[in-house]
C-alpha cells in the first residue's frame, strides 16, 4: 500500500499582499468606533487622528478593540493592543492577519 501526502491547501493574500482589503478594514472599524458611546465630535474622526485625540481613555480603546476581535475573527495579545494608537494602527494589523475574516 502507499500512501499519498496530501499538502495542506495554501491561501495567498488577496489584495496587494493584505490577507483582507484595508479599505474595507478601515470601513468597518471606523463603523465600531462612530458607535462607541465615548465619542463626541464625528467630524474629528479619521482612520489616522490618535484614539486619545478624540477624547478614548484606555478603557474605551479595550472595549472598541474587543468589538474588533468579535467582528473580525482575531484575537490582539496584550502587547499588541498596547501598540494600537489609531484605526490605522488596527488597520494595518487586521489587514495583514492572516486568519482575519470578512463576510
Not at 484606555?58 to 476581535?69: N, S
Request: hydrophobic share 35%; with cysteine; charged share 35%.
Amino acid at each position: 500500500m502507499v500512501r499519498c501526502y496530501q499538502p495542506d491547501y495554501i491561501v495567498m493574500p488577496r489584495k496587494g499582499g493584505h490577507w483582507v482589503d484595508p479599505e474595507d478594514v478601515t470601513k468597518r472599524v471606523m463603523n465600531i468606533v462612530k458607535a462607541h458611546d465615548a465619542l463626541k465630535d464625528v467630524s474629528k474622526l479619521t482612520p489616522d487622528v490618535e484614539f486619545k485625540t478624540v477624547g478614548f481613555d484606555d478603557l474605551d480603546v479595550v472595549e472598541i478593540l474587543l468589538e474588533v476581535e468579535k467582528d473580525f475573527y482575531v484575537e490582539f495579545s496584550d502587547d499588541q493592543a498596547e501598540g494600537f494608537k489609531s484605526i490605522q494602527d488596527v488597520v494595518k494589523y487586521v489587514a495583514n492577519h492572516k486568519y482575519s475574516d470578512t463576510y
